[in-house]
């Protein structure tokens, strides 16, 4: 164990420097990469078109098929019919049209009237009055139309026109247009313009006009109905590009059976195995650079976590080195475990003791890495279970791990004693049945009672598994890395431990003073944001070496005499002096933590013995002040500042009378302060405000050990005499 406890002393120091720091992280990513490549990398096929396949082959990605994309989409466009649009202003035209041929004849019936009224006025005989013959009248209708409709239209129709009255005219036209308005009101196509005709001679032939009216108004009819419906070049490319843009991708799905055993590989299934890479030979980079990525970017985070920290650079190298291995271990059995998946076992990845390594990190470094550790951990757990699949993630596994390393690691917060390791894991196994109860009943899936027995029992390995293996490599590591862990700082300050029975037993005095001085730091240590509980521990232990000669320390005399009465003042500083040398070499061997021995080493720093400094002067001596002072060092961490002013509060106060609230605060600011100008406190990082808290704190703790009690009277003792 020494051997080991010096290689790596030796490899922090490397972790010194960055170049080795990044070193680590890239080794680990080499180890990552190579675990995982066989489980990205792109399965190629032996298979021949129209040959027999020999297992049930399934895509490995999801990828558009674009033939068949492209062909569903000709289909679509095919199925597009051409867009016509009714003009229905053409109606409109038609019928002012026929409308002004009409009013056009009534105009010549009109212009001859007056013509012949004014004949009537000059000539008084009628005799003598000349009436237009029928090819004037026509011809002075012609003159009121257009040279199209002259031409268009035959003579008949003109010559029934201005024959016709006023009267008759209007009846015609308002047949004519009705009609007219009847039969374009409809769609109209170039092919039914013929039969659009004939519907409007039908409608016409059985009216009342005359013979000569009626066939010029069917005439007319027939001129009027024209083609209304058109076809719509960009209308009908629009809903051909709707149509085109609604066709849904085509997608072989990652997982979808192309083709199953003992089928025959036709063109087609021949053509989607090409196309999801099953049948290249050329070798597929991407996802060898997707597992790149990845790693890079986990690794990346989880090495700015430890840059960011504001630990002391000892502890965050240990704290780096620590991870890495238990990384590494856990990544390990992960691996190992996803090789069962040969024996094509449904589920393998749920017997793997997700919570061990979140539990690990939690008690030995920090909850917040903790669960970042559990989702990389779930990360890398998809890839490794993909069952087979080349290039999926396993979501169900992945899903399973996260949830049950993240149950062990919340379980554990703020009750971190060893036996609540077993209860996580009881916790845990809880957490990974109703998982996987989830994960089964979510796709409707049918399983047997032998499949629900199985899932059961891998939940209950998986989490008391967890369990089980951090209890057995936690004092490992511990004992590995001389780590002083939360459990570990409980596990101490237990009082059956043999040192604290051993204070107990042979200095009574000294433990109860540990026990009060304990109660001082820790509310201290956690006012100002420092480890409470290692002040606590350190404590109970500070003056373990009192215990070697307890009757010369004035809390252990008990009604005796004071054996410091007939000894010299330099005898009795050395003495006094060397408990804390004692102490330490007791505490040493019984290999206690480091932080507890500098805690015993240095809670008096550099002081004065002023009692034994200021009798020697009395006496006349020549007085050497160093020989009258600790050795220390002086305190090198919060801790061991706050204990070595608490051990000095705690006795100033229990020496006082009646010791009142005034008393006590006046007494802790002058121990404080004199700490402060002795220099006791130069080498720790303890800040005046946090001194300030630490005093306050004081304060408030011996106030309510000192409070004021009743004084309750006497009561007269009767004697019954018998």
């Not at 004519?176 to 001679?201: F, G, H, P, Q």
């Not at 089928?263 to 050329?282: A, P, S, T």
Request: charged share 25%.
């Amino acid at each position: 164990m020494k051997k080991i406890q010096q290689y790596l002393i030796q490899i922090k120091k490397l972790l010194d420097y960055t170049f080795f720091r990044l070193l680590v992280f890239v080794v680990l990513g080499v180890v990552l990469f190579t675990s995982m490549y066989g489980n990205v990398k792109p399965e190629k096929l032996d298979i021949s078109l129209l040959t027999v396949a020999d297992k049930t082959i399934r895509s490995p990605a999801t990828v558009e098929d674009k033939i068949s994309t492209e062909k569903k989409r000709q289909e679509a466009l095919e199925q597009v019919q051409d867009v016509y649009t009714l003009k229905k202003e053409y109606s409109k035209n038609q019928v002012d049209l026929i409308t002004s041929i009409f009013d056009s004849a009534s105009e010549v019936n009109d212009d001859i009237e007056d013509e012949t009224k004014k004949q009537d006025v000059l000539d008084e005989d009628p005799i003598n009055v000349m009436e237009p013959t029928v090819e004037e009248e026509v011809t002075m209708l012609k003159g009121k139309l257009t040279d199209r409709v002259i031409k268009d239209l035959s003579e008949r129709v003109f010559t029934a026109l201005v024959q016709a009255s006023n009267d008759e005219l209007s009846i015609a036209k308002d047949l004519t247009v009705t009609a007219i308005n009847n039969v374009m009101n409809k769609r109209i196509s170039a092919d039914d313009v013929e039969n659009a005709k004939k519907s409007l001679e039908e409608e016409l032939k059985f009216t009342t006009l005359n013979g000569d009216l009626k066939n010029a108004a069917i005439e007319l009819g027939r001129y009027a109905v024209i083609q209304n419906e058109f076809y719509d070049p960009e209308a009908t490319e629009e809903l051909r590009k709707q149509a085109a843009e609604s066709v849904e991708p085509v997608k072989i799905l990652q997982g979808q059976i192309i083709i199953e055993e003992g089928k025959l590989i036709r063109q087609e299934e021949f053509r989607q195995l090409e196309l999801v890479g099953l049948l290249d030979n050329k070798q597929s980079y991407k996802p060898f650079i997707g597992l790149m990525i990845l790693i890079s970017i986990i690794l990346t985070s989880v090495y700015f976590y430890f840059y960011q920290l504001k630990d002391h650079p000892e502890k965050r190298q240990t704290d780096l080195l620590l991870f890495g291995i238990v990384f590494i271990l856990t990544f390990f059995i992960l691996k190992i475990i996803s090789m069962l998946q040969i024996f094509n076992y449904s589920g393998i990845g749920y017997l793997f003791p997700a919570a061990m390594g979140g539990m690990l990190i939690k008690i030995l470094i920090d909850e917040k890495l903790a669960i970042l550790s559990s989702i990389i951990f779930s990360i890398f757990g998809s890839i490794l279970f993909n069952e087979g699949v080349s290039g999926t993630l396993n979501f169900s596994v992945g899903i399973y791990i996260l949830f049950s390393a993240l149950a062990g690691v919340l379980f554990l917060s703020g009750q971190n004693q060893r036996s609540k390791i077993l209860q996580a894991g009881s916790f845990t196994a809880a957490v990974n049945l109703f998982t996987i109860w989830a994960l089964m009943f979510l796709p409707n899936g049918q399983f047997s009672g032998l499949e629900y027995g199985y899932y059961i029992l891998t939940a209950i390995f998986s989490g008391i598994g967890s369990a089980v293996l951090t209890m057995g490599l936690l004092p490992l590591l511990e004992t590995s890395f001389g780590i002083l862990s939360t459990m570990k700082l409980i596990e101490l300050s237990n009082p059956n431990h043999p040192l604290l029975r051993k204070i107990l037993m042979e200095a009574p005095g000294t433990y109860h003073h540990s026990v009060m001085v304990a109660n001082l730091a820790d509310a201290a240590c956690e006012a100002i944001g420092a480890n409470g509980l290692l002040a606590r521990v350190g404590c109970y232990y500070h003056d373990i070496g009192k215990t070697k000669r307890p009757n010369f320390f004035i809390e252990n005399q008990m009604h005796q005499e004071n054996p410091h009465d007939r000894l010299p003042p330099d005898k009795s500083a050395n003495i006094i002096i060397s408990h804390v040398k004692d102490g330490s070499a007791i505490l040493k061997k019984y290999n206690m933590p480091k932080e507890i021995i500098h805690i015993a080493e240095q809670h008096h720093g550099t002081t004065l013995l002023k009692f034994f400094y200021h009798k020697a002067l009395q006496g006349g001596e020549n007085v050497n002040e160093e020989d009258y002072r600790y050795p220390g060092p002086k305190a090198q961490t919060k801790e061991s500042a706050i204990v070595g002013i608490a051990d000095s509060v705690e006795a100033a106060v229990r020496s006082l009378n009646q010791p009142t609230p005034e008393t006590i605060e006046s007494l802790v600011k002058k121990i404080v302060a004199d700490r402060l100008q002795d220099g006791q406190l130069n080498e720790c990082d303890l800040t005046l405000k946090e001194l300030e808290t630490v005093s306050h704190s004081f304060c408030e703790t011996l106030k309510g050990i000192f409070h004021s009690r009743i004084e309750y009277p006497e009561m007269t003792k009767k004697v019954v005499q018998g």
